[in-house]
C-alpha cells in the first residue's frame, strides 16, 4: 500500500518573466515502511518537493495523497491537523524550544492535540526510551550534544504515531559519526518498526542506508533507483 504518492505534481513560483517551474511534475509513490531518500544538486527541487509532501505548501497543479487523501482538497485547518496527526517532521536545525527539557519538548504535540499532560508526558519517556535517551530527558536543549538534540527531534516526531517521517537533511549539522548513528537510528524504525521515512540528503552515505534513492534535475525525476545505483558523479552532484 502506498502511504504517500504524488501525481503530476508541479510547482511554479513567481509570475511571467520571473517565472520559475520547480517542480515540472513529479510521479511519485511511497510505500508503507519504505525509507525514501531524495537526492539533487542545489535547485533541484528537493525542499519544494518535500514542502508539497508535508502539506506545508500547496501545487500549482498535481496532486499530493498522504493515505490516499489529496492535502490539496483540505483548508488551512485541516491541513494542520493532518500535520499534527499523521506527518512527523525532523529538520537539520533539530527546531526544539530552548526553555523546555526533552521529555517536555516531546510532549508538546501530543498537548496541542489535547492529550492529557500526564499521558502526553507518559508517551514522550516512552519515546525518548526508544532512541536511548531516557537519562537526558530533564536536559534542556543547550545541554545536549548535536546528536542528542537530533534523538530528541526524532522521539518528537515519532510520539504522535505519524503516517510518515519527513527528514530534511537529518544529519547536515552532525559531525559523520554522530550523523551516521542518527541515520542508523532512522534505518531501524523502519525495520523494526515499520515506519515509514522520506529523507532529503545530500550525502550519499545517508542515501546508502535508504530503500530507494530518487535523484531530482531541474524539476524532475531524473533516476528512480536502488542505493547502490548512486555513482560517484551523481553523489557529487548532489552535494
Do not use: C, W
Not at 137 to 155: C, I, K, N, T, Y
Not at 207 to 236: C, K, S
Amino acid at each position: 500500500m502506498y502511504v504517500l504518492e504524488t501525481r503530476k505534481l508541479k510547482k511554479a513560483f513567481g509570475e511571467g518573466h520571473a517565472r520559475v517551474e520547480a517542480l515540472k511534475g513529479v510521479d511519485l509513490a511511497v510505500r508503507r515502511g519504505e525509507m525514501l531518500a531524495i537526492m539533487g544538486r542545489s535547485g533541484s527541487g528537493k525542499s519544494t518537493l518535500l514542502s508539497m509532501l508535508g502539506g506545508m505548501d500547496l501545487p500549482t497543479d498535481g496532486q499530493v495523497l498522504l493515505e490516499g487523501q489529496d492535502l490539496a482538497t483540505l483548508n488551512d485547518d485541516q491541513r494542520t491537523l493532518m500535520r499534527r496527526e499523521r506527518i512527523g517532521f525532523i529538520f537539520q536545525q533539530f527546531n526544539l524550544l530552548p526553555i523546555l527539557t526533552a521529555e517536555e519538548n516531546v510532549a508538546l504535540p501530543l498537548e496541542l492535540g489535547g492529550l492529557s499532560a500526564d499521558e502526553a508526558r507518559r508517551r514522550a519517556a516512552a519515546m525518548l526510551n526508544l532512541v536511548e535517551m531516557s537519562e537526558r530527558r530533564d536536559h534542556v536543549p543547550s545541554a545536549l550534544s548535536g546528536g542528542e538534540q537530533q534523538r530528541v527531534a526524532v522521539a518528537r516526531a515519532l510520539v504522535i504515531e505519524p503516517a510518515i517521517l519527513l527528514a530534511d537533511e537529518p544529519t547536515g549539522n552532525l559531525d559523520s559519526a554522530t550523523g551516521q548513528r542518527v541515520v542508523a537510528m532512522l534505518r531501524s524504525l523502519v525495520d523494526d518498526r515499520g515506519q515509514t521515512i522520506v529523507l532529503v540528503t545530500h550525502d550519499p552515505e545517508v542515501a546508502a542506508q535508504a530503500d530507494r534513492v530518487v535523484h531530482l534535475r531541474d524539476g524532475l525525476i531524473e533516476h528512480d533507483d536502488l542505493p547502490a545505483a548512486i555513482t560517484p558523479t551523481e553523489a557529487g552532484d548532489a552535494a
